[in-house]
């Protein structure tokens, strides 16, 4: 240890031997520049305050700093605000709230608001609620904290009003639960199916109409509940669905869980995502299976009473051709006229027992052809010479075209000619052309029979291939038949591997086409 540190160490505070005499001059000094330190530090402090002001002022939410106020028990009763941002009154409501208490400025403030904010001043802890203030009508989301010394019982609120989102929320609910309600109780069964197949929602009724719980669907994919022949024609549409969006309507047959096969006609529909892609489809399914065993019944009874009707009609066709033989110029003319008239309707019930008997043979899918390879320019210009002889007020026109061979069974084909012949002409009352037009078109040969006729509108030219389906309106009425024509000539044509189809305006005319494959030798 040196001379100079243990100096230091022996030197007593006040030892004026060693510290310099306090002068006046030094002494105002000291005291200038703690001034300027405390000058500093309460700037400091404004600034601060002010950035802490402009961020609570700048808060769309309210904020508040209030002190909780006791009863002698210790009860919180009331509390005051001692600070409040700008967004406060339009949270609250209240106006001028500083240094009032809340009861002064809403009397009817309910007590659990004071119960809440005694326990965070109590306890410490901050509580985040959401609570309705009744009085004020608003519905708060609240942050609570303590702030300060725990004796002054200060409590920083923020909080927002959310009875609008609230409001919104509930609307939203109740609209929820009425389209859960019409979707639960809908007589038809609604799914929901992604592009996979698989069922990812269905409601009450499907599960009922197909006996499994809604979980046990849910773990199925569509081709588990449709009949195995129905599982092409189901996958086709759904196929198109999912690439093109397209909407389609599906008659086929679905299984139960205990195996009983039950029919339905289902309209799907596609859902799409915000960009425009499917993502998945909507199912609204109706039983139909008593509509199918009517249908059924019906088809029998068409079935039964044709076949029976045939025979006996067959004799009179007979005995009333033999009849027409037997005239000779010494029959009387009312009687021959008679004659004449009773086979003409002899005729058309013939046709009309056959187009029967066709139907049901087709609904027994006991449509057989016998086909060979024919230019079709022969058989067409036949038809079109026979349909003349029906009708003055007509101009049949034929217009082939050299034509590559077509294997057809010529009876059925010709019967669909017939057809759209007679069609043609009993649809153009007022008369005027009928074409006639063959036409090579590819792989395919293409015969239209065009009229000037009544038309149709465009909502019904898929219907009218259907069985029993005829046009409403007086035009039709006017004229006879049973809607099976068409139906007929479709199954026909369809049974060839060909397609059919109709162009028509109202008012204007129809062209009914068929197109059919051109014949090869290892067709
Ligand atoms: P039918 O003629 O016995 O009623 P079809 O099956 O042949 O039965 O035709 C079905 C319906 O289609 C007809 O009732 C008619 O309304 C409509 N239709 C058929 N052909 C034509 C046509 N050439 N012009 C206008 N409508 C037609």
Redesign the pocket.
């Known amino acids: 240890m040196n001379e100079k540190t243990m100096a230091n160490q022996s030197a007593q505070p006040g030892d004026d031997a060693h510290d310099p005499p306090m002068t006046l001059e030094s002494c105002l000094s000291e005291l200038r520049r703690a001034e300027e330190t405390i000058a500093y530090q309460q700037r400091q402090l404004f600034q601060l305050e002010t950035r802490y002001n402009t961020l609570f002022d700048s808060l769309d939410e309210g904020f508040c700093i209030i002190e909780v106020l006791f009863d002698a028990n210790g009860q919180p009763r009331d509390y005051r605000f001692l600070k409040v941002n700008g967004a406060f009154e339009e949270q609250t409501g209240i106006r001028n709230p500083l240094g009032r208490t809340i009861l002064e400025a809403v009397p009817d403030h309910e007590r659990y608001w004071f119960e809440i904010y005694g326990q965070i001043a109590l306890t410490g802890e901050a509580q985040r609620f959401e609570q309705r203030a009744a009085a004020l009508d608003r519905f708060y989301d609240v942050f609570a904290f303590r702030i300060g010394n725990p004796k002054d019982a200060q409590v920083a609120i923020l909080f927002k009003d959310i009875a609008e989102r609230r409001r919104r929320e509930e609307a939203l609910r109740e609209s929820e639960e009425n389209y859960r309600v019409i979707v639960n109780q809908s007589i038809a069964g609604i799914l929901k199916v992604d592009l996979q197949g698989n069922i990812i929602f269905s409601n009450e009724q499907f599960c009922r109409a197909l006996g499994y719980e809604l979980p046990e669907l849910l773990s199925l994919g569509i081709n588990d509940i449709v009949y195995p022949d129905d599982h092409e024609r189901n996958r086709t549409a759904f196929a198109r669905l999912a690439s093109a969006g397209e909407a389609y309507e599906i008659e086929k047959r679905l299984v139960r869980k205990d195996g009983e096969v039950v029919w339905v006609n289902n309209h799907v529909s596609p859902i799409f995502d915000k960009e425009g892609l499917v993502v998945a489809a909507t199912v609204v399914s109706i039983d139909i299976s008593r509509q199918k065993a009517l249908e059924r019944q019906k088809d029998e009874f068409i079935s039964i009473a044709s076949h029976e009707l045939k025979t006996p009609l067959t004799s009179i066709k007979v005995y009333g051709e033999i009849l027409a033989g037997l005239m000779d110029p010494s029959v009387p003319p009312p009687i021959a006229q008679l004659i004449t008239k009773m086979n003409v309707q002899v005729n058309r019930l013939v046709k009309l027992i056959y187009s029967l008997l066709n139907t049901s043979r087709i609904a027994g899918g006991e449509l057989t052809l016998q086909v060979e390879p024919i230019d079709l320019n022969l058989l067409l210009e036949e038809h079109v010479l026979q349909g003349q002889l029906t009708t003055s007020k007509h101009r049949i026109v034929f217009d082939g075209a050299e034509l590559p061979l077509v294997a057809v069974d010529v009876e059925r084909l010709g019967q669909v000619m017939d057809?759209l012949i007679s069609?043609?002409i009993?649809?153009a009352p007022d008369g005027g052309d009928v074409i006639v037009r063959a036409e090579s078109n590819g792989d395919h040969v293409r015969v239209s029979v065009r009229?000037f006729?009544?038309?149709?509108p465009k909502g019904v030219q898929d219907k009218?291939f259907d069985r029993f389906?005829?046009?409403k309106g007086a035009t039709?009425e006017a004229?006879s038949?049973?809607?099976?024509?068409?139906?007929i000539c479709r199954e026909i044509i369809g049974k060839h591997q060909g397609t059919m189809g109709v162009e028509?305006v109202l008012g204007e005319g129809?062209t009914?086409y068929f197109e059919l494959p051109v014949y090869t030798a290892d067709s």
């Not at 006729?453 to 149709?456: D, I, L, Q, R, S």
């Not at 038949?481 to 139906?487: A, E, K, N, R």
């Open positions: 057809n069609n043609a009993k649809y009229d006729g009544v038309g149709m009218i389906y005829r046009v039709t004229v038949g049973i809607g099976l024509g068409l139906y028509s129809s009914f």
